[in-house]
């Protein structure tokens, strides 16, 4: 009796009265790319096309992050950061196209924005995602660059957003009367000669949400400490129970 009682009282200590812990989490746009040009070749060749090529945008937000500018009021949220308003960046973003990989750390600008409006006092439903990062190399430095990735999936009909949790697991095709897109542009000089010079508009498909492989769920975090909790129990039963022994 007194085992399950220990059992329940971890449980309620890891679910409830523990301090939320930062976690990681994968927020994923596919579809395809259109009004593009790839005029140094950063994802094709030198002065290509990208339209009608396959994407995959990938978000990673890291939630709850001390200083990050965070806003609920029950029917929309978000998480932004970076330098541009002093405080930490929640999100960094990588974009795939032809099998390359290009990264946004979003150290300048990071937003993550959700709309639950449809049954819930609004118009529509949203997920907008937005990361930069923008400068120079050095004061004096002669680089200089601007990288941005966006990304939106927005409804006026189909209620696909049920809460304003960014991190709540999410798999959402996008339908014909949806408004999604998006877009990006890498650019980047060196004494105002352009090194790298790429832009393009997104038609998603298909977002989702996940928690970044390696990262335990909450449920998960309770079975580990409640696990340790009866370990530890076992452990002071036997050492109770050799006390007497070692004394005779």
């Given at each position: 009796?007194?085992?399950?009682?220990?059992l329940f009282s971890t449980?309620?200590?890891?679910?409830?009265?523990?301090?939320?812990?930062?976690?990681?989490?994968?927020?994923?746009?596919?579809?395809?790319?259109?009004?593009?040009?790839?005029?140094?070749?950063?994802?094709?060749?030198?002065?290509?096309?990208?339209?009608?090529?396959?994407?995959?945008?990938?978000?990673?937000?890291?939630?709850?992050?001390?200083?990050?500018?965070?806003?609920?009021?029950?029917?929309?949220?978000?998480?932004?950061?970076?330098?541009?308003?002093?405080?930490?960046?929640?999100?960094?973003?990588?974009?795939?196209?032809?099998?390359?990989?290009?990264?946004?750390?979003?150290?300048?600008?990071?937003?993550?924005?959700?709309?639950?409006?449809?049954?819930?006092?609004?118009?529509?439903?949203?997920?907008?995602?937005?990361?930069?990062?923008?400068?120079?190399?050095?004061?004096?430095?002669?680089?200089?660059?601007?990288?941005?990735?966006?990304?939106?999936?927005?409804?006026?009909?189909?209620?696909?957003?049920?809460?304003?949790?960014?991190?709540?697991?999410?798999?959402?095709?996008?339908?014909?009367?949806?408004?999604?897109?998006?877009?990006?542009?890498?650019?980047?000089?060196?004494?105002?000669?352009?090194?790298?010079?790429?832009?393009?508009?997104?038609?998603?498909?298909?977002?989702?949400?996940?928690?970044?492989?390696?990262?335990?769920?909450?449920?998960s975090w309770a079975l580990?400490?409640?696990?340790?909790?009866?370990?530890?129990?076992?452990?002071?039963?036997?050492?109770?129970?050799?006390?007497?022994?070692?004394?005779?």
């Open positions: 009796m007194k085992q399950v009682s220990v449980i309620a200590l890891a679910g409830f009265g523990a301090p939320a812990s930062a976690a990681s989490y994968l927020i994923t746009y596919e579809g395809t790319v259109y009004d593009s040009n790839d005029m140094t070749g950063v994802f094709g060749g030198s002065g290509s096309s990208l339209d009608g090529m396959a994407y995959t945008a990938v978000y990673t937000l890291t939630l709850p992050m001390a200083g990050v500018l965070t806003n609920d009021d029950g029917r929309s949220a978000s998480a932004r950061g970076g330098s541009v308003y002093g405080v930490p960046s929640p999100m960094s973003g990588s974009l795939t196209i032809n099998g390359v990989t290009q990264t946004i750390s979003g150290y300048t600008y990071a937003y993550a924005g959700i709309e639950n409006g449809l049954n819930n006092g609004g118009t529509f439903d949203q997920l907008l995602l937005k990361t930069q990062d923008k400068g120079n190399n050095s004061p004096s430095d002669e680089i200089h660059y601007d990288y941005f990735l966006n990304n939106v999936i927005f409804s006026f009909k189909n209620d696909f957003i049920h809460n304003t949790d960014l991190t709540a697991p999410l798999t959402y095709d996008v339908q014909s009367n949806d408004s999604s897109g998006g877009y990006f542009y890498e650019y980047a000089d060196f004494g105002n000669i352009a090194t790298k010079q790429v832009t393009g508009r997104f038609t998603p498909t298909r977002v989702t949400i996940a928690v970044a492989p390696g990262v335990p769920e909450p449920a580990l400490i409640v696990g340790f909790g009866l370990i530890g129990q076992s452990m002071r039963r036997r050492l109770s129970a050799a006390s007497p022994q070692a004394a005779s």
